[in-house]
């Protein structure tokens, strides 16, 4: 018998209808363990599991709140009291403003070593650092997994990590995938799982492994995973979860379609440039650079052991630039509240935040004008912060807590040894589902911000219009659809749509893009390399769909945005000559033949004929026929 890699392990464990596992790119029909959203996705995703008709969820699955929790009116508290509602209806768990950042929480609650999972938020690979698979995922997908238990995805290629030695005081698990970005980049990933192996995996505590594997969401990567072994088991007993632990990992001698090989001893403290995660550089190359702002926490930097390095640096000291700290729990908040550190990050002047993802979303916390920002986040996208033209640079929370007491970039110091807390169980917090007879009862409770959703029509055999923008590469989701200010609009496309989509890149995109649409054009937008990386949100592909985008013609997607494209009927294709993208300028009409999307497909302008290739699979085309996935649920179903 072939010998087995954990990621084939696990796809096996969970193939439906058995067999054998296809090769990378077969697409390969998943059973799915558990299934969930964050605010910022959730709306979307409950409103069309309800236009499904959907009446019970069947795997494990849960609607968490911590993206957009300002109450600054009514449209968040009436968007949280409709996840609560619908979530009761739907036999859903409920995790409410203030208990924490979702993939935290997952790993903190939900998630056992061997379970497969799919979550409307690109980072929720974080659950491979519990030895499970993970993948983030548009909302459609992540409704119809709650749905049917099922996830459909191309096989991907397993690549072995292979870590040596053990890091050196002053580095941090930030540093371990800052480094795997100097080696895989932002979008070589792509179709990837990484495996980390090898001796070093022992020296890595399990949120220090979810660190890593959370952002291999930033290489493009479908997703990360670490064994299941010793480590696994004290961070689940330590949680009083100790049954839930299984060993996992691989047979030997399996097969891996490439190696990496990282000497943690190496390693030294590593920053990523605005305005990439992928603009790695040495902390000690810009020392002494001059900074105006210090945040810690998000979804990768915000266990208690990530918060009690950072304020056991600062204990008995100030901090001398604006500081902020968003725990990854009420959990942790309260192990700080346990120890002495919540105390002492209050004398050492830290404003410490809600339990949530704040800053990181642009949820508040936004640096001066022209500022500089030290963040132990996952992302530092153009005007992701909220300020226009402040600058944002990542690091680990040792760097963040050096750099806040010197008021420039600070490599670490002397050694930190931190306090220990018991962990803290707030599994309370949540709300449960209720039994099947009285959900039936429960009245579903809509804000007037919550619209239904818009009816799109089938896809004609011929698209033709105007080339609304042109872009370049490394589009984020966040320049096509930003968060921020306009995230309480996530539940009102029209408005989302009008007020946000590209206006950080066109500010006219809107309004030309809806004027051409009602007068009979389909839109098209053309693009670079890496198009549509970042976060999962749907409303990227949804609200251009909404202003008559139809075809998305690029150099190369990232992987959710194109599935994202398919469900709201969007065509997405790429040159078949990279060099033909210099032929095409913004404001041509184009228009292309999409009566057969399995035959050769072409973009007429100019009077010529450019070659295009589908992005999308085999297994797309009826949905795309029908205009997107929710008109093909209801057509077959």
């Not at 599994?427 to 959900?439: G, H, N, R, W, Y």
Request: aromatic share 6%.
């Amino acid at each position: 018998m072939k010998p087995l890699n954990l990621t084939e392990k696990i796809f096996s464990e969970h193939l439906v209808g058995g067999g054998d596992l296809p090769a990378p790119g077969g697409v390969v029909t998943l059973r799915i363990d558990e299934a969930f959203t964050q605010d910022a996705t959730g709306t979307m995703c409950m409103l069309q599991l309800e236009a499904m008709d959907v009446k019970r969820v069947k795997p494990l699955s849960v609607n968490f709140v911590d993206h957009s929790m300002m109450q600054s009116g009514f449209r968040n508290p009436d968007d949280h009291q409709y996840l609560k509602t619908v979530s009761q209806k739907l036999g859903i768990i409920f995790s409410p403003p203030g208990t924490g950042i979702c993939h935290f929480l997952n790993i903190e609650n939900f998630v056992k070593p061997g379970m497969t999972g799919i979550g409307a938020d690109s980072h929720t690979v974080n659950s491979g650092g519990m030895g499970a698979i993970y993948f983030g995922a548009g909302g459609y997908d992540v409704a119809l997994a709650m749905a049917t238990g099922e996830y459909k995805i191309p096989m991907p290629q397993v690549v072995k990590v292979n870590l040596t030695g053990a890091i050196r005081e002053g580095v941090m698990a930030m540093d371990v995938i800052l480094k795997m970005l100097t080696i895989v980049g932002v979008k070589g990933g792509k179709g990837k799982i990484f495996e980390y192996a090898g001796p070093g995996v022992a020296s890595l505590a399990l949120t220090e492994r979810a660190t890593i594997t959370n952002m291999g969401a930033e290489m493009g990567a479908s997703t990360s995973i670490f064994p299941s072994d010793e480590r696994t088991w004290e961070y689940l007993e330590s949680r009083g979860r100790g049954g839930d632990y299984k060993p996992m990992s691989p047979d030997g001698n399996a097969e891996y379609e490439d190696v990496i090989d990282i000497d943690l001893t190496e390693l030294e403290p590593l920053i990523a440039i605005y305005p990439s995660p992928g603009n790695v550089e040495k902390v000690s190359d810009h020392a002494g650079t001059k900074i105006d702002q210090v945040c810690v926490g998000s979804c990768t930097n915000s266990s208690y052991e990530n918060i009690a390095s950072f304020a056991q640096t600062l204990k008995g000291k100030r901090a001398v630039v604006d500081t902020l700290l968003y725990p990854g729990s009420r959990a942790v908040a309260m192990q700080l509240a346990n120890s002495s550190y919540l105390s002492s990050l209050y004398a050492s002047g830290v404003r410490v935040m809600e339990n949530g993802c704040g800053a990181c979303i642009g949820q508040g916390g936004s640096p001066i004008s022209k500022g500089l920002s030290l963040r132990t986040f996952n992302r530092n996208f153009p005007k992701r912060s909220g300020t226009a033209d402040a600058e944002v640079h990542l690091v680990s929370p040792l760097v963040a807590a050096a750099s806040a007491l010197t008021g420039e970039i600070t490599l670490p110091g002397e050694h930190v040894e931190i306090e220990q807390a018991p962990q803290v169980d707030d599994s309370t917090s949540f709300v449960m589902p209720l039994p099947e007879d009285e959900a039936d009862k429960v009245e579903v409770v809509r804000g007037p911000n919550i619209m239904t959703l818009p009816d799109f029509g089938a896809l004609p055999d011929r698209l033709e219009g105007e080339v609304m923008l042109k872009l370049g590469d490394n589009i984020s989701t966040d320049d096509i659809q930003p968060a921020g200010i306009y995230l309480p609009l996530r539940s009102n496309v029209k408005e989302y749509a009008m007020q946000a989509t590209f206006n950080q890149v066109d500010t006219t995109f809107a309004e030309r893009a809806v004027a051409h649409r009602d007068a009979g054009g389909h839109g098209f937008l053309i693009g670079g390399e890496n198009y549509g990386q970042g976060s999962s949100r749907e409303h990227a592909a949804l609200c251009p769909r909404w202003l008559g985008i139809r075809a998305v013609v690029v150099a190369q997607f990232a992987r959710i945005h194109v599935a994202n494209l398919v469900n709201f009927g969007i065509v997405p294709l790429t040159f078949a000559n990279v060099d033909d993208y210099a032929r095409i300028s913004q404001g041509d009409n184009v228009s292309i033949d999409v009566s057969d999307l399995e035959g050769d497909l072409f973009l007429d302008v100019n009077g010529e004929k450019v070659p295009l290739t589908p992005a999308f699979e085999e297994k797309d085309v009826a949905i795309l026929k029908a205009g997107g996935a929710l008109p093909y649920f209801k057509n077959t179903h």
